[in-house]
């Protein structure tokens, strides 16, 4: 597992133009919700006669936003609009940039003569662009059913404690034995999907195969590989971990009077920089370790755009 690491960290390397593509996607990200929000909420603001520098003039729309809906009826409606707009612009540019990322990435573990190209680029990002968005969907509604599913189990389970903790010893124990059977069987499951979800958008880059028969096959692969499950487990365990470091060492700065303030801006640009870097490497782990279990060779011919 530590080899499949490895290799991905050098994939990653190799491929780093796609960190300056992730970067240049977040930045036009930040200045569509400049144009499509930002503008459209001052403009907004000048009409309503809000003066942002005085709180009580916010709090007054917070008091009546129905009576200033009904009269900028109109203004409202191209504020949503503008929002919906937005929304579909980002999705689309980092649904993007996320297929043909993967798409990049693919090539070059399967190929060693692979070199990066923004041709190659977009023509991966085209050609996956609507897998991976039929995959977010999928992906979107279940977590939403898991997530219901688990609310409901963890809510019985701590039910079942408070409806037996003035009970016996061997009552208490029974009830805190099954509310932890169940809150444990909910964290298994939703680990499970996220392992199966993981793999299935690796093996749609992979197997260029459509979002159905990539979740069945990425859960016929973990059933007969389960130590794909603890490789996951290892990348994003390793992930949330950095995350926290960098959390706790981001927090210092905020308390450090003016000096921290021009400290705290770079290192929350570095931090983001290195949070996507690891994304890039959990991405590619994850290619290499799907594409040497089910015995891909990396070809050594050129390779065509």
Not at 145 to 158: E, K, L, Q
Not at 233 to 247: A, K, P, V
Request: hydrophobic share 55%.
């Amino acid at each position: 597992m530590i080899e499949n690491i490895k290799e991905g960290l050098k994939l990653t390397h190799k491929n780093w133009q796609l960190l300056a593509i992730q970067i240049a996607v977040m930045v036009i990200i930040f200045i569509g919700f400049i144009l499509f929000v930002g503008i459209p909420l001052a403009i907004a603001f000048v009409f309503f006669g809000i003066d942002l520098t005085q709180a009580k003039d916010f709090l007054n729309v917070l008091k009546n936003p129905l009576e200033l809906l009904s009269r900028y009826f109109g203004l409202t409606i191209f504020i949503i609009l503008t929002f919906f707009i937005y929304l579909c612009f980002a999705s689309v540019l980092s649904i993007f940039g996320f297929s043909g990322t993967l798409g990049v990435l693919k090539n070059s573990a399967l190929n060693t003569q692979y070199k990066f190209s923004f041709p190659s680029f977009i023509k991966e990002g085209r050609r996956l662009f609507f897998p991976i968005l039929w995959f977010g969907s999928l992906v979107l509604l279940i977590f939403t059913v898991v997530s219901f599913i688990v609310g409901i189990v963890a809510g019985i389970g701590f039910s079942v404690v408070s409806a037996y903790e003035q009970g016996t010893v061997l009552v208490l124990f029974l009830a805190y034995f099954l509310a932890l059977l169940l809150i444990l069987s909910a964290v298994s499951v939703t680990i499970l999907v996220l392992t199966v979800s993981a793999y299935a958008v690796t093996i749609i880059s992979v197997d260029n195969i459509k979002t159905i028969r990539a979740f069945r096959k990425s859960y016929d692969f973990v059933k007969t590989k389960p130590n794909a499950i603890l490789f996951y487990l290892i990348l994003i365990s390793s992930y949330m971990t950095i995350n926290f470091i960098l959390f706790f060492l981001n927090y210092p700065l905020t308390l450090i009077p003016v000096i921290g303030v021009f400290i705290y801006i770079p290192y929350q640009l570095a931090t983001y920089v290195f949070v996507n870097y690891l994304v890039l490497a959990i991405s590619s782990s994850l290619i290499i370790f799907y594409t040497k279990s089910m015995g891909y060779q990396a070809e050594s011919g050129a390779y065509e755009i």
